[in-house]
């Protein structure tokens, strides 16, 4: 017997079939060990050795495959084609050898890009041994993250109270994020003018011609920026005439897009689909482990973590005989399109993303797959495909024009059209931040000395936008463009910056919360070596050079903690205070905007002599007076100066008054956590309270938000089945809809307060599907005297009858279809005599997590 491991049970299924009775294949479940989260785990002083610990799952999954190999012929090691991968089967053959469960076990590495039966053979004819610059590589990440995370991080704790953690990539993502916030906050808008003749030629066609120059005077974007001169120049234009200098028209081609990398992909997926990187992942991985086609299981795309675009020989020439098929020869370019990465770094270890067989059309495989399953498999199948056709050619024309009035002017006109669409039959890379593009317009025939007539001249205001906030997707690429981090921790980095609550996604956009700009001023104040992009990227390489066998990785690990834990020594005797200054100083435009009057933004509106500085509390960072306890001015960072609130000296913030009690309403700090309070506790009576919930600011909530929060659960309304009303609230598990024992969980705690009562009741659906289905309503069998109405119904654990009050179930060997009124009457009379049915009590249901 032969034991094949792999990381899913999936996966297991899957090359089990492949492989038949001689083989056994086990998952591991993903990684079996771990670096504990505590200190000691990689010790520099020991020349960083690392204490590995198995979680008790682990234990036993380990057990099982243990047991298994001490009685097998050969273990067969086929985790992922990656670092990973490579990582996962080497912890595996460690804890085995310690286990003494191999002996005279032979043991081999498969690697497969795809799951499909020829690529697991013949991986299987082709075995090696674990790559040992591969493993070296993921111990020398995993102990720079380490040393990184449980060094810096207690520094943040200590001089920055509230600071949640630092990371190696993370804290130059979140760096990245917040750069852009200051580019944002920095920015001027410009007033500009657009001018535009509408003009038509003789034949009758129209067409726009933008204003480029006036006499010898080249205009840019910005050249006309009032509407004084704009309407003068409008003016002079729609009393001028017009004629052609000159046309030109060159051939342009388009060429097609490479087959998708893990970047690229999750870029293309935000844009096309509205998927999350973390979205798109878990639907890849799901299309890789495949789905049953014609009685057999079947990978649809190839490994989905991969930074390569290249594609074997096999696959393009079946993507060539598609597009010669399905397309035409005219489609088919003379030989294969080549690719190569241009990403930093780029290890070109695997194949892009593509299907397994071209030839399995997307409308082939939709019954197969779930929606997005199949809306992601188009888009592989799509981009594959069409990397491989010919490009698209147009036809761009300029012309250039003058217009004659009390001063000359120039005006261009530019179009373009599309003689043959080649790719673009099939593709077209979306954007993430879409401009107009007059180019794409299509231009009447225009010859030199032709003299089109004005329709109208427009003059148009526009002003200047700041940089855009980053998208899921254009972090991931300007990550990529700057060789920051790699294809398997791009939505892990995304997803710790969001569980830190350093970032907020909001409309698809990365909104740097205060905590997180916080975090950055601080290291960039102290640490800035290692969050620069240049520092993070080079280091990279360098990891990449591991695993190339070229470096020797203690080295490297010896180098960096060399300098990085003197850094930290160097500021272990800092004061809170001057991390303060420093932090006033770095995020002084954000903490402390410019005032209207130009006077000194710092200086406390409160007090004479007073001066605003960032200050740490219990509910997070505000603004405060130098002057306190005497003054006793608060506000939130980037609130309006008049929006002061005041703090007690037991950090109990008033928010306002409840309108309807006249009770204060205020915000407070527990031991489990922040929460808001109606009023004070009189005798034995406690006041109201309610849990801040993780999405909110607690150090930002205002009373709007308290009185809310105060007021649930909300009632949404009745369901339209039977009455039962439906209320929204937030309990122990997180936001929910509640319809009496079912629960199901919200997406935010922002949504308890906006769901309506359809997407409550579906959400309520989906949940009793899920678990077995609720109580439908059932049979009815009749009234019975004082029982009232009695009906048959079919439950989680079989057949009853009830009359409401009561739950009779229904005897094995008893055919529910026959049992009439006196029956179900004798059942219930007969459960209800024994004290059971729906019980003595009025206990209420308890809360369970809805998952």
Request: net charge neutral; aromatic share 6%; hydrophobic share 35%.
């Amino acid at each position: 017997m032969n034991v094949v491991i792999v990381e899913s049970p999936a996966k297991a299924k899957t090359i089990n079939k492949y492989l038949g009775r001689d083989y056994q294949v086990l998952a591991s479940y993903g990684h079996v060990r771990d670096l504990p989260a505590k200190d000691g785990s990689v010790d520099p002083e020991t020349d960083f050795a690392m204490k590995w610990s198995v979680d008790p799952k682990s234990q036993k999954r380990l057990n099982e495959i243990a047991s298994a190999v001490k009685g097998s012929d050969k273990l067969i090691l086929a985790t992922d084609p990656d670092r990973e991968g490579e990582a996962i089967s080497w912890h595996v053959l460690e804890v085995l050898k310690k286990k003494g469960a191999l002996k005279s076990t032979e043991i081999e590495r498969v690697v497969f890009n795809a799951i499909t039966k020829s690529a697991v053979l013949d991986a299987m004819a082709n075995p090696r041994q674990i790559d040992v610059a591969l493993v070296d590589a993921y111990l020398a990440r995993r102990a720079l993250d380490y040393l990184v995370g449980f060094t810096l991080s207690p520094v943040l704790w200590r001089k920055l109270p509230g600071a949640r953690s630092a990371g190696r990539v993370q804290s130059v993502a979140l760096r990245l994020v917040c750069d852009r916030e200051a580019e944002i906050e920095a920015f001027r808008s410009q007033e500009y003018w657009n001018i535009v003749a509408k003009l038509k030629t003789g034949a009758g066609d129209t067409f726009d011609a933008r204003l480029v120059s006036r006499g010898s005077e080249k205009l840019d974007k910005l050249s006309v920026s009032n509407a004084k001169d704009a309407h003068a120049i409008r003016d002079d234009l729609d009393s001028a005439s017009f004629v052609v200098d000159s046309t030109e028209s060159k051939p342009v081609k388009r060429n097609p897009y490479p087959p998708f990398t893990t970047s690229t992909l999750q870029q293309e997926a935000s844009r096309k689909l509205g998927f999350s990187s973390s979205r798109t992942m878990q639907t890849a991985q799901k299309l890789y482990e495949g789905v049953a086609i014609d009685g057999e299981t079947q990978g649809l795309i190839t490994y989905m973590r991969t930074d390569g675009v290249q594609m074997a020989p096999e696959a393009i020439s079946a993507i060539r005989g598609v597009i010669a098929k399905r397309y035409g020869d005219n489609y088919l370019p003379p030989s294969p399109r080549m690719y190569k990465t241009k990403a930093k770094n780029a290890q070109e270890a695997h194949e892009a993303i593509r299907p397994t067989d071209v030839t399995r059309h997307p409308d082939s495989v939709r019954r197969a797959l779930d929606a997005d399953m199949a809306r992601l498999y188009e888009l592989i199948w799509m981009r594959a495909v069409a990397s491989q056709m010919q490009s698209a050619e147009l036809e761009r024309t300029t012309a250039e024009i003058t217009a004659h009035g009390k001063e000359t002017y120039g005006l261009r006109a530019t179009g373009s059209v599309q003689r043959f669409d080649g790719f673009l039959v099939l593709y077209q890379e979306g954007r993430d931040d879409a401009e107009g593009d007059e180019e794409s317009r299509r231009l009447p025939p225009l010859a030199a000395g032709d003299t089109p007539r004005k329709d109208a001249v427009e003059a148009t205001q526009h002003f200047t936008e700041p940089p855009p906030r980053y998208t899921e997707a254009s972090l991931i690429k300007r990550m990529e463009e700057l060789g920051i981090g790699r294809p398997s921790t791009y939505t892990a980095t995304l997803q710790v910056l969001q569980d830190r609550d350093y970032v907020t996604l909001e409309k698809k956009r990365l909104m740097p919360q205060d905590k997180g700009r916080l975090v950055i001023a601080f290291l960039e104040s102290f640490f800035d070596r290692y969050v620069q992009y240049d520092f993070t990227a080079a280091l990279e390489e360098r990891l990449d050079r591991i695993s190339a066998g070229e470096i020797d990785w203690k080295e490297v690990l010896r180098e960096f903690w060399q300098e990085f834990s003197g850094d930290v020594e160097g500021i272990r005797e800092l004061r809170v205070a001057q991390v303060i200054d420093a932090l006033n100083d770095m995020l002084g435009e954000h903490l402390f905007p410019p005032r209207e009057d130009g006077s000194d933004p710092r200086a406390c509106p409160s007090c004479d002599g007073g001066r605003l500085s960032l200050k740490i509390g219990k509910f997070g960072s505000f603004i405060g007076c130098s002057n306190y306890p005497d003054c006793r001015y608060t506000r939130q960072i980037g609130a309006p100066e008049g929006d002061a609130q005041a703090a007690a000296d037991d950090g109990v913030r008033e928010l306002g008054t409840d309108p309807q009690s006249g009770l204060m309403v205020s915000a407070r700090s527990g031991r489990f956590g922040p929460f808001v309070q109606l009023g004070e506790a009189e005798g034995k009576d406690k006041p109201k309270r309610s849990s801040i919930p993780k999405d909110f600011d607690a150090a930002a909530i205002t009373l709007e938000q308290a009185l809310q929060l105060l007021a649930l659960p909300r009632e949404i309304g009745p369901h339209p089945e039977d009455g039962e009303m439906i209320v929204a609230g937030i309990g122990r598990y997180g936001p929910f809809v509640n319809r009496g024992r079912t629960y199901a969980n919200l997406e935010s705690a922002s949504e308890v307060f906006t769901v309506g009562l359809n997407r409550a009741v579906a959400l309520i659906a989906e949940k009793e599907a899920k678990r077995g289905g609720r109580s439908a309503p059932g049979k009815a069998l009749g009234t019975h005297g004082d029982l009232g109405t009695i009906e048959l119904k079919d439950g989680r654990y079989g057949p009853y009858v009830t009359n409401g009050k009561v739950n009779a179930t229904i005897p094995r060997g008893t055919d529910p279809a026959g049992i009439d009124l006196e029956q179900a009457a004798a059942l219930i009379s007969a459960k209800a005599a024994s004290g059971g049915g729906k019980g003595k009590g009025k206990r209420a249901p308890r809360r369970t997590s809805a998952k």
